[in-house]
């Protein structure tokens, strides 16, 4: 996920910390690449971010095994895929 959240010390935490407060909040937007300009699929960056958050649960027990992320990828690539037909 391409945050647009400065480096830190403890970047792991402090990062997580940030994004799930703009999950929380559901403002997508915030956690975008400034680099990107805005140049997206706004419900493409929120699978995007929805999947993120999913790999990032405190307990492993919550969190997707990595064929799930890839069955959540490639079902985006497959839906854009038609879109784009």
Known sequence: MCLNVPPADDA???KCTQAKQYLETENVKALADTQLQENYDANQMQRAV???ALCVR??????????????????????????MQ
């Open 50 to 52: 929805l999947v993120a």
């Open 12 to 14: 792991y935490g402090i």
């Open 58 to 83: 405190q307990s492993a027990v919550w969190r997707p095994s990595m064929s799930q992320v890839l069955a959540y990828i490639l079902s985006a690539i497959n839906s854009l895929l038609k879109f």
